[in-house]
């Protein structure tokens, strides 16, 4: 027999104790409410939610109130025991329980068996698979939080009844709580849209709608910035730039399949001329419509196409999240690489170079790759084609990854259904992963489109497409940015990257002859000198995440001088404009990451 690691084994137990704390908060709710309808209770990242019918909207004072509960039920070592119910006893259990009993209903159809969880003698019992802790003498009673109350539909569906959702944090200890907290409450300060606040990048309007940012003038310098910087680097590595329409007839979308399998994730409408079109949800289909204007010969390949492309997605309004999620305009830093398969290996260390190059560049760090193949082992596995094609398109991905030197980690059953790839996976502060950029293999697309090119022999034959976004969207990467830096840019990409304080009235036109020096050596720069202290110009300043304050008072005046102060190095003494003005150039040219 084989024995479990001790992290497997913690992790179990956690899981256990999460689940159980579950129980413990619909307990106590129920004893408040004692008319109040269960919905479900299960674990998930960091702790447990539960789901109720209630006869009013709680607040943050309840929250307190079903806390103290549950540590009161903790401490009194509670049994928690598995039984199995018959349909006729469980619908006596569950009376006046709709949405628990759907559930039994579904389970009995299904001829599975009804398990129930009791705790204590009388105390709670719940219609639940488990698994729980034995006794809640395994729960440390400081070791967990309520944190919120939100809203949530029965079982997802938006036309069901609406449900108060309460979410709790918990962990084997009080220490590891604490420390959770503390995590949360720098992540807190990390979160891209307080951020955005203070360094005024982008905002939403009620009156646009959600999930359509508006861009202000420091968010949207950022966004050029990336956007040029991405543009001058693939030009460099044999790119050419495209731009293709936001609406399109749904006959594209047919022959690429999308419509198929994308239909509901996608905006569209009958125009005036009775013509079903689509608002582009992604760039591909378009682009390929171009290969095939540029493209007969093998000697045209590979043909690299690159376009910042602007799309839009229905998202459903709850998963919207700042920059993170939105439903356009998703501007892409999109790129299609057609080659034949010979060349499919040798373009792909070409793309994982780019992608080492540009993480370096803009500071991104904790990422890491991840290696998404089909698994061929499956009866039923997400994968469309030949098996041999696909086997052999996993095998070059691997083995430009393994030569590469890069450490990444394999995802058998994660690929695309028309091929392998490539994810870039960001952790943010609190230690979780996102996905924020691709590379996929397509080697099933090019032949339903009938894209194709004639070989060194004379017959036709489809392409491979690299399907690659470097930044993936550059609204989600500045997010991602904003978060791992607190909103310490580097200086290329600072909206403002120098901002002047002149100590009084006297010094104005001294701090206006440094801000006509720098702006001429195209350093972003600005001067603040509303009637506020300097102290308070000077947190200002901080606050937007600046990278240099001056200051010019009498001193600076006579001498000619200026006196600097960076964001995290703090001050670094004084100096005269022209070495200023070079310093900050060099540091632009050269995007470097102080």
Known sequence: MVKKSILESSEEQLHKVRHSLAHLLAASVH?????????IGPIIEDGFYYDFKLPRTLTPEDLKEFETSMRELAKQELSFKKKIIEQSEASLILKNQSFKLELAKELSEKKSPLSFYETGKNTFIDLCAGPHVKNTKEIDPEGFKLMKIAGAYWRGDSKREQLQRIYGVAFNSKKELDEYLARLEEAQKRDH?????????????????????????????????????????EESCGYKYVSTPILTHGALYERSGHKQFYGENMYHFIDPEGVETFIKPMNCPHTHMIYEKLVTSYRDLPLRLAEAG????????????????????????????????????????KVI??????????????????????????????????????QWAADELSSVLKESGLPYTEAIGEAAFYGPKLDVQAKNVMGKEDTIAT??????????????????????????????????????????????????????????????????????????????????????????????TLGKRIREAEMQKIPYILI??????????????????GDLGVTNIQDLSDKLSKEIKNKSRE
Do not use: C
Not at 321 to 337: E, M, P
């Open 193 to 233: 849209r307080v951020l955005s606040e203070k360094m005024g990048i982008f905002m939403f309007s009620d009156t646009v709608g959600a999930g359509y940012p508006l861009w202000l003038p420091n968010g949207e310098i950022i966004k050029h910035e990336l956007i040029e910087y991405m543009r001058t680097k």
């Open 31 to 39: 004893k408040k409410f004692p008319d109040a309808e269960l919905g």
């Open 439 to 532: 590379a996929q293999v397509d080697i099933l697309v090019p032949k339903r489109m009938g894209l194709n090119y004639v070989d060194d022999n004379g017959q036709k034959q489809n392409p491979i497409v690299i399907h690659r976004a470097i930044l993936g969207s550059y609204e989600r990467f500045i997010a991602f940015l904003l978060e791992q830096t607190a909103g310490r840019l580097p200086l290329w990409l600072s909206p403002i990257q120098t901002v002047i304080l002149p100590i009084g009235e006297a010094h104005q036109s001294y701090a206006n002859e440094i801000l006509i020096q720098l702006k001429s050596n195209k350093i972003r720069a600005a001067v603040f000198s509303e009637n506020a």
């Open 310 to 349: 602007g799309i839009y997605r229905f998202e459903l309004s709850g998963t919207l999240t700042g920059l993170i999620r939105v439903r356009g305009a998703i501007t892409q830093n999109d790129s299609h690489i057609y080659v034949a398969p010979t060349d499919l290996k040798n373009e792909l260390k």
């Open 353 to 390: 170079e780019l992608f080492r190059d540009v993480y370096s560049e803009v500071g991104l760090k904790d990422y890491s790759f991840r290696l998404s193949l089909p698994d061929f082992n499956k009866k039923g596995g997400k994968f469309g084609g030949d098996k041999k094609l696909w």
């Open 552 to 569: 010019v008072g009498d001193k600076e005046l006579a001498l000619k001088q200026i006196s600097i102060r960076h964001s995290a190095k």
